[in-house]
């Protein structure tokens, strides 16, 4: 699968959060259905992030009991967790280093990039099963 | 046996299972004895013989680093979680 469906309420929802919590990055779940052909944005969950304030700027983290929790939640709704977002605060949509050592793979990555306060690209990203790079998925908004 | 539930995106490598019977006394046995089963799990769970930084175990509400990590004892039908610290940013 290398498409990923978002619709453009949710979408504008990721951007308003990203926006709100500039300069600092924020984040948050992916819950969605696994198609044949695609993966499909269902909701998304906003999360806190817990990394040192001084640091936001350029780094996100989240509880473990985050997402022991939202990965019940989506259990009990019938959905997945198919992935998470987090912004770059005027830096390009573009995976770092660091967001690979953190990765897992057959998760969805969305990087939201906003410059000077405005959300101004999205592009989702999936980790090689080798850890070795991101590659690219196609995103459509509908 | 004790349990180990696995996250989401790792359920590929165990064949879409949640949860996987493992044995071993402590929490460092039951982890080898899940790779034993799903090897293709240990890329991303373990750097070396180090857990990743990401990773953690949870007995319950515990994270083992709090208790005496992967040497933690546990019961034969004790309920383990792996949960990844879910963390990114620029560089």
């Known amino acids: ?142 | 046996m004790a349990k180990i539930r696995i996250p989401t995106p790792l359920r590929a490598f165990t064949d879409g299972a949640a949860d996987i019977d493992v044995a071993g006394g402590t929490v460092g046995e039951a982890l080898a004895n899940l790779l034993d089963q799903h090897p293709e799990l240990r890329a991303h769970l373990f750097n070396g013989e180090e857990l990743r930084s990401f990773v953690n175990i949870f007995i319950g509400d515990e994270d083992i680093r709090f208790l005496q990590g992967l040497d933690t004892e546990i019961d034969a039908n004790e309920s383990l979680r792996i949960i990844p610290s879910i963390a990114g940013g620029l560089k």
């Open chain 1, 1 to 142: 699968m290398r498409v990923i469906i978002i619709s453009g309420e949710l979408q504008q929802r990721v951007f308003e959060q990203m926006e709100a919590t500039y300069p600092n990055e924020g984040g948050g779940f992916l819950l969605g259905a696994a198609e044949a052909e695609a993966l499909t944005v269902v909701d998304i969950i906003q999360v806190d992030n817990v990394f040192a304030a001084e640091e936001q700027h350029h780094r996100y983290a989240m509880r473990p009991q985050d997402w022991m929790r939202l990965e019940d939640q989506a259990d009990e709704r019938g959905l997945t967790l198919i992935g998470y977002y987090h912004s770059h605060p005027d830096s390009p949509a573009l995976p770092s280093d660091y967001d690979r050592e953190h990765a897992l793979p057959n998760f969805v990555y969305i990087i939201t990039s906003v410059m000077m306060a405005r959300a101004a690209d999205m592009r989702a990203w999936r980790l090689q099963p080798d850890r070795s790079r991101f590659d690219q998925l196609t995103l459509e908004v509908l």
